[in-house]
């Protein structure tokens, strides 16, 4: 399965970006239905941090606290692409983010994905 994160960009705090994530390639009879979809993120010189998580048919979500209520993730498996949606952003939400897919329900380790996606950088100016 690849992975191809998008929609990245330099916006000012308070705005919003919304990141894709469309997979595609092989699966050996598994399609992208099949797989949780979660989203990380990395600063240079820090852990990769969970940001949000979906379920594959969409039904659960799990969001870290730092971004409940300003983030949404969702999904659509007709078009195999996940989305997220983030609003009222901040300085330190800056980061490389990262899609990334899982065998497992709504995992928040990172060590539970199977498959990443190459990042999009996120920039949010003060």
């Known amino acids: 399965v690849q992975l191809a994160e998008s929609g990245g960009g330099l916006v000012q705090a308070g705005g919003s970006l919304r990141l894709s994530c469309a997979a595609s390639?092989?699966?050996?009879?598994?399609?992208?239905?099949?797989?949780?979809m979660g989203w990380f993120r990395q600063t240079p010189g820090k852990e990769r941090e969970f940001v949000a998580a979906i379920s594959w048919s969409g039904d659960y979500t799990n969001y870290a606290e730092s971004v409940k209520g300003r983030f949404t993730v969702s999904r659509d498996n007709a078009m195999n692409t996940v989305y997220l949606q983030m609003g009222s952003l901040k300085p330190e939400d800056t980061a490389a983010y990262y899609c990334?897919?899982?065998?497992?329900?709504?995992?928040?380790?990172?060590?539970?994905?199977?498959?990443w996606g190459q990042g999009t950088q996120v920039t949010v100016s003060p």
């Open positions: 990334a897919a899982s065998f497992k329900l709504i995992p928040t380790m990172s060590r539970d994905y199977t498959y």
């Open positions: 390639g092989p699966t050996s009879g598994l399609t992208f239905g099949s797989f949780a």
